[in-house]
């Protein structure tokens, strides 16, 4: 479906339980004062409290910790980005050429390998004004995005992107092993492992 008022189409291959419980008319007319959040209480974008997803408030951060709380995740987790598809006006809407959602907002999310359940999820709401480690921020991201999952056994897949000499010793020094796709370029690579040629 293209657009919510698809779920009232007389559309024979697209009809809906949805005109049986109100009228489309009703139904737009209650959304349109559907909020999750007191306006009064607004702190404008550079003012010490605000939040570039307070809109969502309390409902937002619910149902995230609820993914890690309902479902416990087989052995293998994935930590990758994905897009959520918004042309909408949003301050971190990302544009990315490269991928088949180019307008955006990026998130961020470790998943259980074997059937893609989201175990945890943060949304990529701007540049961050807390200052990243001696080991840069994406070596923090994946850190807390895994922190939950530390001495329990789990083995975590990743790009490039994220890998590192530095995150991969740390994972194993709190019981998480990782595997993941290197760039020979990148810093702390062993020689010998550059030197490795891989054959199929």
Not at 42 to 55: D, E, L, Q, S, T
Not at 105 to 116: E, P, Q
Not at 146 to 154: A, D, K, V
Request: glycine content about 8%; aromatic content about 16%; overall charge positive.
């Amino acid at each position: 479906m293209q657009d919510v008022q698809d779920f009232w189409s007389t559309d024979p291959v697209m009809v809906t339980f949805f005109p049986s419980v109100m009228s489309r008319d009703r139904f737009l007319i209650l959304i349109s004062f559907f909020y999750l959040c007191n306006n009064a209480e607004y702190v404008a974008r550079g003012v010490p409290g605000y939040n570039p997803v307070r809109k969502l408030c309390c409902v937002f951060i619910n149902v995230i910790s609820r993914f890690g709380s309902v479902f416990v995740p087989n052995r293998y987790l994935s930590l990758d980005e994905g897009m959520i598809p918004w042309r909408g006006k949003l301050s971190f809407r990302v544009y990315n050429p490269d991928t088949p959602i180019k307008y955006g907002i990026k998130s961020y999310m470790v998943c259980d390998s074997t059937n893609g359940y989201y175990s945890k999820f943060q949304l990529y709401v701007g540049k961050s004004n807390i200052p990243a480690s001696e080991n840069g921020k994406t070596y923090d991201l994946a850190m807390d995005m895994m922190h939950n999952f530390f001495g329990q056994g789990y083995t975590l897949f990743m790009d490039s992107y994220y890998l590192s000499l530095s995150l991969f010793l740390d994972l194993w020094e709190l019981g998480t092993s990782a595997i993941g796709t290197v760039q020979s370029t990148r810093q702390g690579i062993p020689q010998t492992l550059k030197d490795k040629k891989l054959t199929v």
